[in-house]
């Protein structure tokens, strides 16, 4: 199975640490940010899709809540998964390694 950039750059997000979606949005837009020709790559309707996408399919995990009543850790609320933090399963760390990653420029072409 091949991931694709944006589950890639999800994933890489989360590699050092867990993060929320507020900063894994942040990340996957790092070189976007600020830039008024492309100012995101990706919305942030992607990245919540994707991660809920990455959630069922076994690549991420919720490791923490930062509001138990509203969004427990188990079961896990999809719809209240900025409240969650994530961290990369051993699938998702599998694949984020074998992922082919080459840097790119700011022109808005994946590679």
């Known amino acids: 199975m091949s991931i694709s950039r944006l589950q890639f750059e999800i994933l890489n997000a989360?590699?050092?640490?867990?993060?929320?979606?507020?900063?894994?949005?942040?990340?996957?837009?790092?070189?976007?940010l600020g830039n008024?020709?492309?100012?995101?790559?990706?919305?942030l309707t992607q990245v919540i899709q994707e991660m809920a996408s990455m959630l069922e399919e076994g690549f991420i995990e919720v490791k923490m809540s930062d509001d138990q009543a509203l969004a427990p850790l188990h079961p896990v609320n999809p719809e209240k998964l900025q409240?969650?933090?994530?961290a990369p399963t051993p699938?998702?760390?599998?694949?984020?390694?074998?992922?082919?990653?080459?840097?790119?420029?700011?022109?808005?072409?994946?590679?």
């Open 91 to 111: 699938k998702g760390k599998t694949e984020w390694d074998a992922y082919p990653y080459e840097e790119e420029s700011q022109s808005g072409t994946e590679t």
């Open 83 to 86: 409240y969650y933090w994530f």
């Open 36 to 43: 008024e020709r492309f100012p995101v790559r990706y919305l």
């Open 14 to 32: 989360m590699a050092d640490d867990m993060e929320n979606v507020e900063q894994v949005y942040l990340s996957v837009n790092e070189l976007y």
